[in-house]
């Protein structure tokens, strides 16, 4: 089940490619979008220089080959923070989230007919039919979603491996129970309906992925919300559906996150990773360290 974790994580990351956000423009709201850049130093006069660090939780070579600027503030830093341990009982807990524990199943909840569409999908996956008719119609859609990898060749993983290697303390900004509640705290037909929309999709998502990848690499946050935002105008019945994804994964998650990072960033020289979509927008972490007093400055 080490893929179910990673599924999570990378579908947290890779937002883009499965639900899509309308947002207020910078323009609109007098703010700095902060939307070019992944390595952005934070500071303020009584606490030593942090940097925070936007990801993309895949294992692609394109992206997990460090530039020479980001590897020198890793080393250089005191102590590394990720989102969540990516480590066997976190597996375990997440795996046993990821199904149901009261007597129900996917096919009574999503329906018969889309359990037909997505069964062959999880089968796929070697997920045979008796163990898909447990999952839960978020876990399954990360499942359809995310494309299979090796968790210990993430971004991520990569990062926290040159840390631990380094004899650096390790924090985390969230639980898995933080990052299943995302999705638990939708409602089940808004589960259901982004199930739906992974099955009708699938066949996009690689392109997708490889459009959002590349942005990336272009550190342009504001393309890959320009992406998202060109899809929905494609789909404008998802707009209720997609402000509660947003809500529910992006905005509640970096204020929460924001909170958790202050210790790391009073006690100075912290490097903190995060999926990079995180950082972008009035309502992203840049903005609200920004709003906070932080001095908030783009490096690379």
């Known amino acids: 089940m080490r893929r179910a974790l990673l599924a999570l994580g990378a579908a947290l990351a890779l937002t883009g490619a499965l639900a899509l956000h309308g947002r207020a423009t910078a323009a609109e709201t007098g703010q700095p979008a902060y ?12 606490a030593a220089p942090s940097y925070l660090f936007g990801t993309v939780h895949v294992s692609d070579k394109r992206v997990t080959a460090l530039p020479d600027v980001v590897r020198a503030q890793l080393d250089a830093a005191r102590s590394f923070t990720m989102e969540v341990a990516l480590d066997a009982p976190n597996v375990a807990a997440l795996a046993a989230r990821m199904i149901y524990s009261d007597g129900r199943t996917l096919p009574q909840v999503a329906g018969e007919e889309l359990f037909r569409q997505v069964a062959p999908l999880l089968a796929a996956l070697g997920l045979p039919e008796e163990v898909a008719r447990l999952f839960k119609p978020w876990a399954a859609m ?5 494309p299979q990898q090796q968790p210990a060749d993430m971004l991520d993983a990569t990062l926290q491996r040159i ?3 380094q004899g650096k303390p390790v924090h985390y900004l969230e639980t898995i129970d933080d990052q299943v509640a995302a999705f638990e705290g939708m409602s089940e037909p808004d589960q259901v309906a982004l199930l739906a929309y992974t099955v009708e999709t699938r066949d996009e998502l690689p392109g997708a992925t490889e459009k959002l990848l590349q942005a990336y690499l272009e550190r342009d946050l ?25 809500r529910r994964v992006l905005y509640d998650r970096n204020t929460h996150m924001f909170e958790r990072m202050q210790q790391d960033l009073k006690e100075g020289n912290a490097f903190i990773a995060v999926g990079a979509l995180h950082l972008y927008g009035e309502k992203g972490l840049l903005a609200l360290l920004a709003r906070d007093g932080w001095r908030v400055t783009p490096v690379y």
Request: no cysteine; net charge negative; charged share 35%.
């Open 35 to 46: 939307d070019k850049g992944l390595l952005w130093r934070v500071e303020k006069p009584e």
């Open 142 to 146: 990360l499942m359809i979603a995310v």
């Open 163 to 165: 840390a631990v290697q």
């Open 222 to 246: 504001g393309r890959i919300w320009q992406l998202d935002q060109d899809s929905v105008r494609e789909r404008p019945e998802l707009k209720p559906l997609n402000d509660v994804f947003a």
